[in-house]
């Protein structure tokens, strides 16, 4: 039903206005009973275990330079580069800049880039966990992460001598 408005340039008809239609609701799907969802909450041994099956980031890694760009340690630990900036900020780190203000890692930052990451990534500490970890036991990480991918190293070294042997 239309309305007459009188308006300056004689009647004019206003069209009905549109009211808009309510969205329709997505019913869930059922799931069959053989093929159940995961549960949403994992125990936290199991997540903690899974977590620590990945490999170490330095695997491989030789270190030969003097000094690595932020963007060459993003890449070798596979994070964006505000991952390193932000680290290297919260865990207060000593980088050297260039004159145009780019970052400068040598391998000892990035060996502790490591540990952080190993911390807070793989572990699943939070930032001031991790900070508190690296705190009250710095060189204990630092060997605790070292020995591990020595340990790794020599696995691998045995399985190959284990192959070869066969």
Request: aromatic share 8%; hydrophobic share 35%; no cysteine.
């Amino acid at each position: 039903m239309s309305v007459k408005v009188l308006t300056l340039f004689g009647e004019e008809l206003l069209p009905e206005p549109v009211k808009p239609q309510p969205r329709k609701r997505v019913a869930k799907k059922a799931v069959a009973p053989d093929k159940e969802e995961p549960a949403i909450e994992k125990p936290v041994a199991e997540k903690k275990t899974r977590e620590l099956k990945k490999t170490d980031a330095l695997n491989g890694w030789a270190g030969d330079k003097q000094y690595y760009t932020i963007g060459e340690v993003a890449t070798l630990f596979k994070v964006n580069t505000s991952n390193i900036r932000f680290w290297t900020k919260e865990f207060e780190m000593k980088v050297r800049t260039t004159r145009k203000g780019d970052r400068l890692y040598t391998p000892e930052n990035v060996r502790e880039i490591n540990t952080i990451y190993q911390l807070v990534k793989e572990m699943g500490f939070t930032i001031n966990g991790a900070k508190a970890k690296m705190k009250s036991s710095k060189k204990a990480a630092f060997q605790t992460v070292d020995l591990r991918k020595s340990l790794l190293q020599l696995r691998n070294k045995l399985l190959q001598i284990r192959n070869n042997l066969t």
